[in-house]
C-alpha cells in the first residue's frame, strides 16, 4: 500500500463495511446542513443526482452545466439499460453475484469493496426511479422486465426501451428541477468550470466562465463534488458527445486530485465506420446485433471493397474470422476480445469500406433462417439508424462496423467515501476510477453514477463537513482572485496566439496519435513514439492555434480551444500509464503480453494495483503512485473464451 | 456536392440580425448536415471569421441540443429525425439551403443559431416531477402497472425536449412538450398524488413565459423527431379541465 | 373557441334546416311561417341573444387568440414551413374568421332591414314579415349569390378544421372515435356548404330561366 493513498475502506466482512461505515460516518444536524453549501459541476446522472439529494437533506447547492439544461448531459445517451441485483426473473441473481460479475467483467483492476456497495445500492436504484416515474418496461403482469445484457448469465438489466440512459437522466432532471423550485438548488447553465480553488489545501470552491456573456466567476462552497463525465474525446472520435471533456477533472488533478488508470479505455466493437475526414463523431450500435450478425472479411484483402458488392463474394472466400478463432462464443465473444480482432484484420490489409476500416456484420443467414420480419421485430429500429446514417439497407447486404471509443474506466483516484486526495473534493460517475477496474460491463455506468449520486455522496459527504464548521470563504479571498487571474491570462494566452491551425486540427491530430498507440493495442515502442508526438504537438499548439471571435461572448471556437489544451496534457500521462501497465487487461492490450496463442495475458502479481498520478508542474513528468488491489472475496481467474 | 447556404447570423441577443450567403463545396454525401456546418466553419475560421455558432452535443438524435430550421421545417426535410441526424446524401448539387434558428419570443437567439431554452426548464421546474426524495421508498415491484400504460407513458416520455414542436407551430406553442410530461405522470400510479396540482402549475408557467395557445394545426406533431402523438394534447385539455373544474385554486 | 364553436355549429344545423324551406314552391309561405316562429316564441327570443353572445364570445376569443399567437412569435421566418403535413385550413382559422365577420356584418344587416317589406298573411290570416321575399330577391343579383356561395365555403373550410378542433381541444382524442369524429366533421362542412350554397344558386338559377 502506498504510503499516500488511503482507500479508507472500513475492515469487516464485505456484506457489511457499508452499513457499518454508514453507521461510523459523521452526520451533520439537520438545522445546520443550510449553513453548507456545495458545488456540484456536471448534471447526468451521478452530478443532478448527487445534487438533488443534497437539496432533499438541506444543503445550499450550486450545480453546473456546459449545456443549455441539465437534461442533456450525455447519460442521456445510454441505451441498454441498467444493472440491478433485484432477481426479479428468479433466475439466482444476488447481491454478490452482480458484485463477482463486475469485479471479474473488470478483469480484477476495481476495488473489491467499492463494487460490492454498488451491487448493494443498485437494488435501492432501480425503486427510486420507479417512484420518479420513470416508465421501464414491464411484462403483461405489470410487473418490471428484465433483460440479459452483454454476455451476463442473468436477466439482471431493466430497461425503457432503446432510451434507457434518457428515461434515468430524465428522472434526475426532474428530482433536480423540483429542488431548483424550492431554491435548494442554484442552478448554473451554460457555465463551464475551469479552475478549482483550494484555500488552505481544501476545495472550496471553483472558478467558471460563463459561456454567454463570457464573465469568469468566482463560487465558494464547503466542498466541491466533481461529476463530469469521462474524457473519451482524447480520441477526438467517439461515442461521446462533441462537448464532452476533461477539463474540469484535469484542472482538479493540476490541483492536487490524483488521476487513477488513465490508460483505461473501453472500446465498443460495434460502431458505425469512419466514413471520411469530416467525421465529427461515431455512432454506436447495438451489441445486441451480435447475436445474430456474423463478422467476416474476405479471406484476401479487395481494396475499397462496399457492401454492395460482399454479397458477390463466394463463401469459400470469406472469412468469419470470430467463429474460426473462438469455436464456443464465436460472434459473442466480450467486447475487447471482438474489437481488437476487428483491429487484427484491418491491419492485415483485409478490412472492408472506402478506408479499409471496418469488417462486416452479416444478416444474411439470420434473416435466410428466421425469416426478415423476425429479424425486423428484433432489430428494425438498429436497421433503419443504421441507413439513416450509411445509406445501405442492412437487409440486402452486411453492415460495416468498426470498433470506438466508449468509456473510460479511468479517472480521478477517490477513496472508499469518493474523495479525491484533495480534501473537500469529491468525484462521482465516470469522473472517477472506482468500480470498472480494466473494462465496464454492459448496462454498469448507469448503475454507478445513480448510486454514487443517490446514495454513496449524500452519506459520505457529511462525514467531512461535519469536522469542516461552517465557516464561509468569500470569493474575493486571495486564492480566488489568484485562480481567476490563471484562468483569464491562459483565455488571453489562447486568444492571442492567432496562428495558423484551427483547435479541430490540432484535436484530430491527437485523436490519430491515442487511437493508433494508446488505443486498442499497445507496445513500448509505440508508447514511446506516441508521447515525443504528443509533446511536439502540445508545443505546436500554444504557438500555432487560431481562435477567433471574442472572450465576453458566447464562442465556442475558444471553448473548444481551452479543452483540447487540456487533453493534450492528459494524452500524454495516458501515454505515461499505459507504459507502466506493461500486461494486458480488460479493455486493452499490450503486445508485450501475450499468450502463445496470441490472447490476451494478465499479470497478476505484478499489476495488481491502481495507478494514481501525482502532477508535479508543467513539463516534469508526473509521480507515480500504487494503490495495491487486495481480492478477499473473489479468486482471480484468466480468462478464455476459445 | 456544391451548395448555397443562407444562414441566419445574430452577433449576440441584442443584435437585430440578418441572413447571410455561404457557400460550401466538396460535400460529401457521407457527411452529416452538422459535419458539413463543421466543415464551413473549419474554413471560415482559417479566414480569421467567427464561425456559426450551433448548438449541438450528443450528435445521435438523443439529447435534444441541435436546433435549426432547415428550409423552413424543424430538423429538416425528412421526419422522426433530429438535424444531427440529417445526412447530405437528402440534399442535391447545387441546392440552396436555409437555416434558421428556432423562432418563439420564448427562445430568445443567443447567438447566430443559438437561442435559450431555459423556458422549458422553467415549465418542468414549476410541477414536472413526482415529490419524493432519494429513499425510503418501497419495492419497485410494489405497484404493478398495466404494460399497455408503461408503454403509453414511455411514448409521451420519449420527449427530448429539443423545442422543435414550438419553433413548427405557427403560434409558438409549447402544448405538445407539457403534454407529453402531463401525459407520462398522469398515467403512471406514481404520478396520481399531485395530477391536478401539476398540470395547473405546469400550463400557468407555460402561459407566463409567453408561449401561444394551441390551434390544433398539428405541425407539432409532424415535426416532432420522437413523434409524441397530438392525442397527448388532448389529454393535457381533460387534465386541465378536470383540474380547473374540481381544483380550489381561483 | 371550442365551446362556443360547437354551439354555433349547433346553431347551422338550425339555420340550414329553416334556409331549406326557402326551396318550398309555396313563394316563400313556409319560410315566412317558420321565421316568424322563430321571431315570437319567448323561448327562441331567448336563444337569440344566447346565439348573439356566443358569436360575441367567440369573436372576441379568436381575435385574442390570434392577437397573443402572433405575439409568441416577434421574428418570423424568412422561409415558410413548407410541413405539407398538416391540413392548410387548420392554419388559416384567423383569416377565415375575419372573412365570415365581414359577410355576418352584412348578413345581419340585410336580416334586420326586412321590416321594409310589406307585410304577408300566414295560413292563419295574421300578417306577418315577409322575409321570404327579401332573400328571393338579394339572390337575383349574381355579385350577391357569388359572395354568399363564397363565404358558405369560407364557412366549410372553417369547419372542416374547427370542428375536429373542438372535440381535440375538449380533450376527447381516442384513437377509436377520433377518425370518425374527423369524418364525421368533414362531412359537416360539405353538407353546409353545399347546403347553404344551393339555396342562392337554385333561386338565382330559377330567377335567370324564368326572365
Redesign the interface.
Given at each position: 500500500m502506498s504510503t499516500v493513498l488511503n482507500s479508507k475502506v472500513p475492515a469487516g466482512p464485505l456484506a457489511d463495511k457499508w452499513s457499518k461505515h454508514k453507521f461510523d460516518l459523521k452526520v451533520v444536524n439537520p438545522s445546520n446542513k443550510r449553513k453548507y453549501d456545495i458545488i456540484v459541476v456536471g448534471t447526468g446522472l451521478a452530478g443532478a443526482s448527487a445534487a438533488a439529494s443534497f437539496g432533499e437533506l438541506g444543503y445550499n447547492v450550486k450545480a453546473f452545466c456546459f449545456q443549455d439544461s441539465p437534461r442533456r448531459a450525455h447519460s442521456i445517451a445510454a441505451q441498454g439499460g441498467i444493472n440491478a441485483a433485484k432477481n426479479y426473473q428468479n433466475d439466482g441473481d444476488s447481491i454478490f453475484r452482480l458484485f463477482y460479475d463486475t469485479v471479474k467483467g473488470g478483469d480484477y483492476r476495481s476495488r473489491e469493496a467499492n463494487v460490492y456497495r454498488l451491487a448493494q445500492v443498485s437494488v435501492d436504484i432501480i425503486d427510486q426511479c420507479v417512484a420518479q416515474g420513470v416508465p421501464f418496461a414491464r411484462d403483461y403482469g405489470g410487473l418490471l422486465a428484465n433483460r440479459s445484457f452483454g454476455g451476463a448469465q442473468v436477466s439482471r438489466t431493466f430497461y425503457a426501451r432503446g432510451q434507457t440512459g434518457q428515461q434515468l437522466l430524465l428522472g434526475a432532471y426532474s428530482a433536480i428541477s423540483r429542488q431548483i423550485a424550492n431554491g435548494k438548488v442554484k442552478m448554473y447553465n451554460r457555465s463551464e468550470m475551469l479552475d478549482v480553488v483550494l484555500v488552505d489545501g481544501k476545495a472550496r470552491g471553483i472558478i467558471t466562465r460563463n459561456l454567454i456573456t463570457g464573465e469568469i466567476e468566482s463560487h465558494s462552497a464547503h466542498a466541491v463534488v466533481l461529476a463530469t463525465g469521462g474524457y473519451g474525446n482524447v480520441f477526438f472520435l467517439s461515442t461521446n458527445a462533441m462537448g464532452s471533456n476533461v477539463t474540469a477533472a484535469w484542472r482538479a488533478h493540476k490541483k492536487g486530485a490524483f488521476f487513477a488508470n488513465p490508460c483505461f479505455t473501453q472500446i465498443h466493437p460495434t460502431c458505425i465506420p469512419v466514413s471520411g475526414d469530416h467525421q465529427s463523431k461515431l455512432t454506436l450500435m447495438s451489441e445486441s446485433l451480435r447475436n445474430d450478425g456474423r463478422v467476416w472479411v474476405p479471406k484476401k484483402g479487395i481494396k475499397g471493397l462496399t457492401a454492395k458488392d460482399s454479397v458477390k463474394i463466394a463463401e469459400a472466400d470469406r472469412d468469419y474470422y470470430l467463429e474460426r478463432r473462438y469455436p464456443s462464443f464465436g460472434n459473442l465473444v466480450p467486447r475487447d476480445v471482438a474489437s481488437r480482432n476487428a483491429k487484427n484484420v484491418c491491419d492485415e490489409g483485409r478490412g472492408v469500406g472506402a478506408t479499409g476500416l471496418a469488417v462486416f456484420l452479416d444478416f444474411a443467414d439470420a434473416i435466410k433462417r428466421d425469416g426478415r420480419d423476425t429479424i425486423e421485430a428484433k432489430y428494425g429500429n438498429l436497421f433503419d439508424m443504421y441507413q439513416q446514417i450509411t445509406g445501405d439497407n442492412p437487409y440486402e447486404m452486411p453492415m460495416m462496423i468498426y470498433p470506438a471509443v466508449h468509456y473510460t474506466m479511468g479517472g480521478l483516484w477517490v477513496d472508499y467515501n469518493l474523495m479525491t486526495t484533495v480534501p473537500g473534493l469529491y468525484a462521482t460517475g465516470e469522473c472517477n476510477f472506482s468500480d470498472h477496474g480494466a473494462n465496464r460491463l454492459g448496462a454498469s455506468a448507469l448503475m454507478q453514477g445513480l448510486a454514487d449520486g443517490y446514495f454513496v455522496i449524500p452519506y459520505t459527504i457529511g462525514d467531512y463537513l461535519a469536522t469542516l464548521g461552517h465557516e464561509k470563504v468569500e470569493t474575493t479571498h486571495e486564492a480566488f482572485v489568484q485562480a481567476e487571474k490563471e484562468v483569464r491570462d491562459r483565455i488571453n494566452t489562447l486568444m492571442n496566439i492567432n496562428g495558423e491551425k484551427t483547435v479541430d486540427d490540432f484535436h484530430k491530430e491527437l485523436g490519430k496519435i491515442m487511437w493508433e498507440y494508446c488505443g486498442m493495442s499497445r507496445s513500448e515502442e509505440g508508447l514511446k513514439k506516441a508521447k515525443g508526438m504528443v509533446q511536439e504537438l502540445k508545443t505546436e499548439f500554444w504557438k500555432n492555434v487560431k481562435v477567433v471571435g471574442g472572450t465576453d461572448e458566447l464562442n465556442m471556437s475558444l471553448e473548444k480551444a481551452n479543452r483540447v489544451a487540456d487533453f493534450l496534457e492528459l494524452g500524454e500521462l495516458m501515454i505515461d500509464d499505459a507504459m507502466v501497465r506493461a500486461e494486458s487487461c480488460g479493455g486493452h492490450f499490450r503486445e508485450e503480453s501475450q499468450t502463445p496463442e496470441g490472447e490476451a495475458l494478465r499479470i497478476d502479481d505484478k499489476f495488481s494495483f491502481v495507478s494514481a498520478w501525482e502532477f508535479a508542474g508543467d513539463n516534469s513528468p508526473e509521480n507515480l503512485h500504487k494503490e495495491d488491489l487486495v481480492f478477499e472475496n473473489v479468486k482471480l481467474t484468466q480468462r478464455s473464451y476459445k | 456536392m456544391n451548395l448555397t447556404l443562407k444562414i441566419w447570423r445574430q452577433k449576440n441577443a441584442q443584435d437585430k440580425g440578418k441572413m447571410e450567403s455561404f457557400n460550401v463545396s466538396d460535400v460529401s454525401p457521407d457527411m452529416s448536415f452538422l459535419e458539413m456546418l463543421d466543415v464551413l466553419n473549419e474554413q471560415l475560421t482559417r479566414k480569421g471569421i467567427d464561425p456559426i455558432h450551433f448548438d449541438h452535443d450528443c450528435r445521435e438524435g438523443i439529447c435534444g441540443m441541435c436546433s435549426m430550421v432547415i428550409n423552413g421545417r424543424p430538423h429538416g426535410p425528412k421526419d422522426l429525425i433530429t438535424t444531427c441526424q440529417l445526412h447530405m446524401r437528402s440534399f442535391k448539387e447545387g441546392d440552396v439551403i436555409s437555416i434558421e434558428p428556432w423562432r418563439a419570443g420564448a427562445f430568445p437567439v443567443i447567438k447566430d443559431l443559438v437561442v435559450d431554452r431555459t423556458s422549458f426548464d422553467r415549465i418542468i421546474q414549476a410541477g414536472g416531477y413526482v415529490n419524493v426524495n432519494t429513499g425510503g421508498i418501497p419495492d419497485a415491484n410494489a405497484i404493478p402497472i398495466a404494460k399497455k400504460i408503461a408503454d403509453e407513458a414511455m411514448d409521451a416520455a420519449a420527449c427530448i425536449g429539443c423545442g422543435a414542436c414550438v419553433a413548427a407551430c405557427k403560434n409558438a406553442s409549447a402544448m405538445l412538450f407539457v403534454s407529453a410530461k402531463v401525459s407520462q405522470l398522469a398515467l403512471l400510479p406514481q404520478g396520481q398524488v399531485e395530477r391536478q396540482t401539476r398540470v395547473e402549475k405546469m400550463v400557468a408557467q407555460m402561459d407566463k413565459e409567453g408561449f401561444g395557445a394551441c390551434t390544433n394545426t398539428g405541425a407539432c406533431e409532424a415535426e416532432c423527431p420522437k413523434g409524441i402523438s397530438l392525442t397527448n394534447i388532448a389529454r393535457l385539455n381533460r387534465e386541465f379541465f378536470s383540474a380547473k373544474l374540481t381544483s380550489d385554486n381561483i | 373557441m371550442s365551446l362556443t364553436g360547437i354551439f354555433l355549429i349547433l346553431f347551422l344545423v338550425e339555420h340550414l334546416i329553416g334556409n331549406l324551406l326557402l326551396l318550398k314552391s309555396d313563394g316563400g309561405a313556409a319560410f315566412n311561417e317558420f321565421a316568424h316562429f322563430m321571431k315570437h316564441n319567448p323561448l327562441i327570443m331567448v336563444g337569440e341573444v344566447v346565439l348573439f353572445l356566443g358569436f360575441i364570445f367567440h369573436i372576441i376569443d379568436g381575435i385574442m387568440?390570434v392577437r397573443?399567437?402572433n405575439?409568441?412569435?416577434?421574428?418570423?421566418?424568412?422561409?415558410?414551413?413548407?410541413?405539407k403535413?398538416?391540413?392548410w385550413t387548420?392554419?388559416l382559422?384567423g383569416p377565415f374568421g375575419i372573412i365570415l365577420l365581414i359577410f355576418l356584418i352584412i348578413h345581419l344587416y340585410d336580416f334586420f332591414r326586412y321590416k321594409y317589406f310589406a307585410p304577408v298573411a300566414n295560413m292563419e290570416g295574421t300578417d306577418i314579415s315577409d322575409l321570404a321575399q327579401l332573400v328571393y330577391i338579394k339572390f337575383t343579383d349574381p355579385l350577391y349569390v357569388a359572395f354568399y356561395v363564397i363565404s358558405m365555403l369560407v364557412v366549410g373550410f372553417h369547419i372542416h378544421?374547427g370542428f375536429?378542433?373542438a372535440f381535440?381541444?375538449?380533450?376527447?382524442?381516442?384513437?377509436k372515435y377520433?377518425p370518425f369524429i374527423k369524418a364525421l366533421g368533414f362531412c359537416f362542412s360539405v353538407v353546409i356548404t353545399v347546403g347553404m350554397s344551393l339555396i342562392p344558386l337554385i333561386i338565382y338559377y330559377k330567377h335567370i330561366t324564368l326572365h
Open positions: - | - | 387568440l397573443s399567437n405575439n409568441a412569435r416577434p421574428v418570423k421566418y424568412a422561409v415558410q414551413n413548407k410541413s403535413v398538416t391540413s387548420s392554419k382559422m378544421h375536429q378542433s381535440q381541444t375538449l380533450g376527447l382524442n381516442h384513437k377520433t
